[in-house]
């Protein structure tokens, strides 16, 4: 801690501040998104993620990509007041998440979350939001 101390500039995602831009740059039709597709799969999880960072960050938090032992990787890290908190987003309600997982066993955080498709619960100290509660991540945390 702080977060920004481990910063690590070889180790990044890019993401766009519009998920609206991001679906527009990709040249995907917004019916392929409102009606589902099966080719849709794949970038369904990245266009979510892009959604959670402009959501979080809106919100005044600082996330980070980590990366570690060359297998897994936490789609963003942020520092909460004193603690730092693993975040897994999953674009639908698969919550397979090996990385957290691991993470949580090597670092023993207090707090992890997961954002999914999946109804608001707590099991231990992992928090799962849904994806339209995301702006509430803060209120979630504090309780």
Known sequence: MPLIGYHDLASFKMYLNDVGLLRK???LNSRV????????????GALT??????????NGLKPYYYAFDNRYEIDFIIQYQNEIIPIEVKSGESINNTSLKVY???????TRIRFSMKNLNRDDNLINIPLFMVEYIEKIIQK
């Open 49 to 58: 993620e892009n959604y959670v960072l402009q959501a979080l960050v809106s």
């Open 33 to 44: 998104i409102i009606e589902g597709n099966k080719l849709f799969q794949e970038f369904k």
């Open 104 to 110: 949580n066993d090597m670092n023993k955080p207090k």
């Open 25 to 27: 740059k990709t040249d």
